[in-house]
C-alpha cells in the first residue's frame, strides 16, 4: 500500500514539474508569427494565477487555433480581459503585435 502511494505521488509530482517546465510566468515569453510577430509577456501577466485564463479561455498548450482578432473582438482569447475596460483593447494593435 505505502509502495502505491509512493508511486502516485512520484507521478504528480513529474505531471506537475513538466507543465512548470512549459509556463509561461514571469521573467518568459511566448511569441506567434501571426500577422506579425505576437508576444505574450508572462512579466506583464505576472499578478494573475494560470487559472484565471486556463483552461477556459486558452487550452494548455501553445497554439493559436481559433484565435483571430474577430474572436477576440467578441471576448474570447485575449479579449476577454483585454476589452478597453479591464485592460488595454485589442485594437491597439502595437501592443501586442511587434515588427
Given at each position: 500500500?505505502?509502495?502505491?502511494?509512493?508511486?502516485?505521488?512520484?507521478?504528480?509530482?513529474?505531471?506537475?514539474?513538466?507543465?512548470?517546465?512549459?509556463?509561461?510566468?514571469?521573467?518568459?515569453s511566448l511569441?506567434?508569427e501571426k500577422?506579425?510577430?505576437?508576444?505574450?509577456?508572462?512579466?506583464?501577466?505576472?499578478?494573475?494565477?494560470?487559472?484565471?485564463?486556463?483552461?477556459?479561455?486558452?487550452?494548455?498548450?501553445?497554439?493559436?487555433?481559433?484565435?483571430?482578432?474577430?474572436?477576440?473582438?467578441?471576448?474570447?482569447?485575449?479579449?476577454?480581459?483585454?476589452?478597453?475596460?479591464?485592460?488595454?483593447?485589442?485594437?491597439?494593435c502595437a501592443?501586442?503585435?511587434?515588427?
Open positions: 500500500m505505502k509502495k502505491l502511494l509512493v508511486v502516485a505521488v512520484l507521478m504528480v509530482l513529474m505531471v506537475v514539474l513538466a507543465a512548470s517546465a512549459f509556463a509561461v510566468g514571469p521573467g518568459k511569441e506567434w500577422g506579425g510577430k505576437v508576444v505574450f509577456s508572462g512579466d506583464a501577466h505576472k499578478a494573475f494565477k494560470c487559472a484565471e485564463c486556463h483552461p477556459a479561455l486558452f487550452k494548455m498548450k501553445k497554439s493559436v487555433d481559433g484565435m483571430t482578432m474577430k474572436a477576440m473582438e467578441e471576448g474570447k482569447y485575449c479579449g476577454a480581459c483585454h476589452n478597453g475596460t479591464k485592460a488595454f483593447s485589442v485594437k491597439e501592443k501586442c503585435h511587434k515588427k
